[in-house]
């Protein structure tokens, strides 16, 4: 299995609504990573868990709220979002930090803020 | 300021010739660099990558090449296939255990019929 799994695919809330994505990884990776892409943009790192603890946080806003219950899952909470959050949001794993071997990504969460 | 830089935003190549992708970088702590191709719609997907204690990594029809001196990276696609029209990644990551895989703008390749 080297799959990160990304739920929803898809998601529109509105500015008051708190919403969780959520991210899946069965390949014992110990580094998780949110990141969030805007169109023609590159990926943009937001935060990175290593062994389930919070090690990088990039300056986000506290409207995004990360969460690793456990070693397989990852998820991301919203809340009072603006429409300018709107963007595809990535998670990715890998088996160690810093990433000195490939990071798997999900297929993403396409995100509207309306 | 531009840590990984892909200069061209685009590419046109002809099926079956050789596509060539550029990639310049800033920092010279970086130590790990790595290709993702990406469709539209989807996460990047790992290609292929190379340590700098290496100038060459090659896996089926990709060839990585790294020049540190120049601090300049580029990808082969050999031959290239209608399959390859995609947006292609370079990111580098750094050996100070900075946990970060930093990304360049990205390259749309188009693989002409």
């Known amino acids: 299995d080297t799959e990160v799994t990304q739920t929803p695919k898809h998601l529109v809330m509105g500015m008051t609504n708190k919403k969780s994505l959520k991210c899946e990884q069965h390949m014992g990776h110990r580094a998780m990573y949110w990141y969030k892409q805007k169109a023609k943009k590159p990926p943009e790192l937001m935060f990175v868990?290593?062994?389930?603890?919070?090690?990088i946080n990039e300056s986000v806003p506290s409207r995004f709220s990360p969460e690793c219950p456990n070693s397989s899952l990852l998820n991301l909470h919203l809340h009072a979002l603006q429409p300018e959050d709107s963007a595809l949001y990535l998670c990715a794993s890998s088996r160690e930090i810093p990433p000195t071997t490939e990071a798997f990504f999900g297929q993403g969460t396409r995100l509207t803020v309306v | 300021d531009q840590q990984v830089k892909q200069n061209s935003p685009s590419l046109s190549v002809q099926e079956g010739r050789i596509s060539i992708l550029n990639c310049d970088y800033t920092?010279?702590?970086?130590?790990?660099f790595l290709w993702y191709k990406k469709y539209p719609a989807e996460g990047p997907t790992f290609l292929i990558s190379?340590?700098?204690?290496?100038d060459k990594n090659e896996d089926g029809r990709f060839t990585v090449f790294l020049n540190k001196s120049a601090k300049h990276l580029s990808l082969h696609i050999v031959p290239s296939q209608p399959g390859d029209s995609a947006v292609y990644f370079c990111?580098?990551?750094?050996?100070?255990?900075?946990?970060?895989?930093?990304f360049g703008k990205g390259t749309r390749l188009h693989i002409l019929p």
């Open positions: 920092n010279s702590m970086f130590d790990y």
């Open positions: 990111a580098a990551s750094g050996f100070n255990r900075d946990d970060k895989i930093i």
């Open positions: 868990y290593s062994y389930e603890k919070l090690s």
């Open positions: 190379i340590s700098s204690i290496k």
